[in-house]
């Protein structure tokens, strides 16, 4: 018990600096084009244990082919982690969770849905503030953080989190805009340049 309780207090701490990080924006950042659908069927392969455990049946509607933007891989990733990893926690067991990834003309948006097994008697509002997840649902091992870290992270990356409440049904949509490439770096010299006439 008092291990379970320790690590419960260290991933808090460490949610906590994340999202503090977050919200002062003292983060760096890591931009590269990376192909979004892979990084949720990599996400898909990581969490299978999670989703399979949770007895929700999760749908996967993703394109074939690529869908490449400019992002933080690693946050983007951590992202699409806490939302998966939030209906695992709070999800009702026995119904169907969808995760879709849609092209706009503009960037791309991923939406989660789920059916929550709790009745969802607070705010799209107020369920992105921290802890309100932790607070009132005291038994599971959240943070009550998981979606405000979404929220900071698609905000860092000049992206929107939204969050829409209808009786039991959660959803939660991520919309990347499409940002400038990242400048190629130079090219090595074959030789050295020179300096001018030897003396």
């Known amino acids: 018990t008092l291990d379970k309780k320790s690590q419960r207090l260290k991933r808090l701490i460490e949610d906590l600096f994340e999202v503090s ?15 979004l659908a892979a990084l949720l069927k990599q996400v898909q392969y990581e969490l299978a244990d999670k989703t399979e455990a949770s007895g929700i049946d999760f749908r996967w509607q993703l394109p074939e082919e ?9 946050k983007t990733c951590r992202i699409f982690e806490n939302l998966v ?5 709070y999800g009702m067991p026995g119904t169907r969770a969808y995760i879709t990834l849609m092209p706009q003309e503009h960037g791309a948006q991923v939406v989660f849905k789920n059916i929550s097994a709790t009745e969802l008697d607070f705010s799209a509002e107020e369920i992105t503030d921290r802890f309100v997840r932790g607070d009132r649902s005291r038994n599971t091992e959240g943070s009550g953080l998981g979606l405000a870290i979404a929220k900071s992270f698609a905000e860092l ?43």
């Not at 990080?21 to 192909?35: I, L, P, S």
């Not at 990893?85 to 926690?89: E, G, L, Q, R």
């Not at 039991?168 to 130079?186: C, E, G, M, Q, R």
């Open 85 to 89: 990893v939030n209906i695992t926690k």
């Open 157 to 199: 990356q000049g992206g929107t989190f939204s969050i829409t409440v209808d009786g039991d049904l959660f959803k939660a949509a991520v919309i990347f805009p499409v940002l400038p490439s990242p400048a190629p770096a130079p090219e090595p010299l074959d030789t050295p340049p020179s300096l001018g006439p030897s003396t």
């Open 66 to 74: 690529r869908m490449p933007l400019v992002l933080d891989g690693h």
């Open 21 to 35: 990080k977050a919200a002062t924006r003292n983060v760096a950042m890591h931009y590269a084009e990376v192909d």
